[in-house]
């Protein structure tokens, strides 16, 4: 059985904060492809004081980042979908 993962990935190395969070786990990529559209949109929010970069988007991307523009790897967020396999008993 094929799952899809939602995760985020957050660091922001000045103030010391690092949060890897499961969103959710789901049977189909559709639900998957909604929920990190949301996710998306909260992290802009969360980024809207920020002078910012994000990563390209299109529908059915299985990844997205944003980041502190000349501070890529300080302090940004990584949300990403990852197709796994179920293992059986």
Do not use: P
Not at 17 to 27: A, P, Q
Request: with cysteine; proline share 0%.
């Amino acid at each position: 059985m094929t799952v899809y993962v939602l995760t985020t990935n957050y660091i922001n190395v000045d103030s010391g904060d690092y949060n890897h969070e499961v969103i959710g786990v789901y049977e189909n990529i559709d639900d998957a492809n909604k929920d990190m559209k949301q996710a998306i949109k909260d992290t802009k929010c969360d980024f809207q004081d920020e002078d910012y970069e994000t990563s390209d988007y299109v529908d059915g991307d299985m990844s997205w980042s944003i980041w502190h523009k000349e501070y890529e790897m300080t302090y940004r967020c990584d949300i990403k979908i990852t197709e796994c396999e179920v293992k059986g008993e």
